[in-house]
């Protein structure tokens, strides 16, 4: 990240339409994580047929792994929310979360199959955590739908949010061996109500977005209550830069559907660019959910290249477009450039 400038108030953003050029033959039901890697390559874990699809700046397909079923064949789950959905039949149960390490290896978070998987960039697996069984809700045990996966790059040890049904953050070795959990189902500082996505700050401060709080939380390493701020729904947090230069870039998700804030201007449905201690310095995004150029409907992860270019992927589907009639796909890989 060390040729981007420190983010100001005055730094322009823009968003680049159309930027993926996905062929025929590949369904991105939604794409519900992005990352990127060392070279600038962006990984997009999706709710498709090829459930890893990875893409150059330019947003030309490069690979794409995770389903050795040609066929095609469907499948019918209930997703996190009770809600009965299609999927197909690939290597994972319902793609939640992508993480590329310090090492550039490949962490995915299958929520509703209770795994964190590190893979090659190839596609190979090399480790799982987790047996896939769900651990009773809210006990605190690995894993209740877990929601996103962090990696430090001093000690490799592993930090994962679990999340759906679960309150806790757990600290784990390199090998995936649990230290210590944290956390308890509740608003107060150092609980939770939904961890749905974490980072570090210089490796000592964790981050978890505690989602349905509308807060950030830092912690120390050991799990020890630091500080927090107000973000609508924070949903997705990646960091650039360190120290007093250190940006975090913080997704919000808007109201829910059903709700009477649903398309309130200025509610939700944008990107947050913070410094450390929660001053607000920047924000892209209108202040209108949709499908417009520099709209958003329903942010779910974020990325930041070695140029400052943001990619926002977002659960479109889930959140909008099955309520549609008829039901349809929408937009849900966006990309954003310093100009």
């Not at 040729?3 to 025929?24: L, Q, R």
């Not at 397909?61 to 997703?79: H, V």
């Not at 697996?125 to 069984?133: A, C």
Request: proline share 4%; aromatic share 10%.
């Amino acid at each position: 990240m060390s040729s981007i400038k420190t983010i100001t108030k005055n730094t322009k953003f823009k968003p680049v339409d159309y930027w993926a050029k996905i062929p025929h033959g590949i369904w991105m039901r939604e794409a519900t994580s992005v990352a990127v890697d060392k070279d600038d390559n962006v990984y997009v874990f999706n709710r498709g047929n090829q459930p890893v699809l990875i893409f150059d700046t330019n947003g030309n397909l490069l690979n794409m792994w995770g389903n050795d079923n040609l066929d095609n064949n469907i499948r019918i789950i209930t997703d996190s929310y009770g809600n009965s959905m299609q999927f197909w039949k690939t290597w994972f149960t319902r793609p939640h979360s992508i993480t590329i390490d310090h090492e550039n290896n490949i962490w995915l978070v299958d929520d509703s199959g209770n795994q964190i998987h590190k893979m090659s960039k190839e596609g190979k697996n090399l480790l799982t955590i987790g047996d896939g069984k769900k651990a009773p809700a809210q006990s605190g045990n690995m894993f209740n739908q877990p929601t996103d996966v962090v990696v430090s790059k001093t000690t490799n040890e592993i930090f994962i949010s679990d999340g759906y049904g679960n309150s806790r953050i757990h600290k784990l070795d390199k090998n995936g061996n649990l230290i210590k959990s944290w956390g308890k189902p509740g608003t107060d500082p150092g609980e939770f109500n939904l961890p749905h996505n974490l980072a570090l700050i210089d490796d000592k401060e964790v981050i978890v977005c505690d989602r349905e709080s509308n807060r950030i939380q830092i912690f120390d390493t050991e799990g020890n209550y630091i500080r927090q701020w107000f973000v609508h729904k924070a949903v997705a947090v990646e960091v650039i830069g360190s120290g007093e230069n250190a940006r975090l870039f913080i997704a919000e998700q808007g109201p829910t559907t059903g709700s009477p804030q649903r398309g309130v201007e200025n509610v939700g449905n944008r990107i947050g660019i913070y410094d450390r201690y929660g001053n607000r310095i920047n924000r892209i995004g209108s202040k209108k959910f949709g499908e417009h150029s520099d709209g958003f409907l329903w942010p779910h992860s974020l990325a930041i290249d070695s140029m400052g270019s943001i990619y926002i992927a977002e659960v479109s589907y889930t959140e909008w477009g099955k309520y549609q009639n008829p039901k349809k796909e929408m937009i849900s890989l966006r990309k954003w450039i310093i100009i």
